[in-house]
Antibody, heavy 117, light 107 residues
Framework: EVQLVESGGVFIQPGGSLRLSCAAS????????MSWVRQTPGKGLEWVST???????YYADSVKGRFTVSRDTSKNTLYLQMNSLRAEDTAVYYC???????????WGQGTLVTVSS | DIQMTQSPSSLSASVGDRVTITCRAS??????LAWYQQKPGKAPKLLLY???RLETGVPSRFSGSGSGTAYTLTISSLQPEDFATYYC?????????FGQGTRLEIK
């Protein structure tokens, strides 16, 4: 059974940094692309970043230069390093396993990040 | 970026009804379209991919169709557990983009 468990969401002030983690199990983690998707009441679902099985990374323009996605295949864990946080980064952040054709096959339960002074 | 426009944004229906949700892309996406169902407080769940392929375990009352820029999700006979919010998503190219969602409510 595929399981994705996010952690690291907190209440943080603007300008701060935070690292989210996503522990994966039940599949060959190193063989699939993984993504982060966030959700806010106002903007709905927004793709944030993807890391391919080969380690190539892709970002939404809204986070490019501030967020960094990485993965540790020895720990079956996906990360999202979030720097220079802004109020508009407030959201529930989901990690998702991509299928071979790039849609989001499985999702974690999400972790809430609140950026506010 | 490819814009995804869903309609309607909300829909009231009764158990047993047939409902259709439409998703339109701002450019052709060659069937690289997925549909997700989300219930309050839960993560989205994949229903269909490649516009019309049913994910394993999803009931056959869900179906998808379309091509080019216009796609539809149909639920043939609504069940109580189907009342939720539905999203389309294009994965033709990054940035992957979602529709704004259709909230399906009980009439």
């Amino acid at each position: 059974e595929v399981q994705l468990v996010e952690s690291g969401g907190v209440f943080i002030q603007p300008g701060g940094s935070l690292r989210l983690s996503c522990a994966a199990s039940g599949f060959a983690f190193a063989s699939f692309a993984m993504s982060w998707v966030r959700q806010t009441p106002g903007k709905g679902l927004e793709w944030v970043s993807t890391i391919s099985e080969s380690g190539s990374t892709y970002y939404a323009d809204s986070v490019k230069g501030r967020f960094t996605v990485s993965r540790d295949t020895s720990k079956n864990t996906l990360y999202l390093q979030m720097n220079s946080l802004r109020a508009e980064d407030t959201a529930v952040y989901y990690c998702a396993k991509e299928a071979r054709a790039y849609y989001f096959e499985y999702w974690g339960q999400g972790t809430l990040v609140t950026v506010s002074s | 970026d490819i814009q995804m426009t869903q309609s309607p944004s909300s829909l009231s229906a009764s158990v047993g009804d047939r409902v259709t949700i439409t998703c339109r892309a701002s450019q052709g996406i060659t069937n690289s379209l997925a549909w997700y169902q989300q219930k309050p407080g839960k993560a989205p769940k994949l229903l269909l991919y490649a516009a019309s392929r049913l994910e394993t375990g999803v009931p056959s009352r869900f179906s998808g169709s379309g091509s080019g820029t216009a796609y539809t999700l149909t639920i043939s006979s609504l069940q109580p557990e189907d009342f939720a919010t539905y999203y389309c998503q294009q994965y033709y190219t990054t940035p992957y983009t979602f529709g704004q969602g259709t909230r399906l409510e009980i009439k």
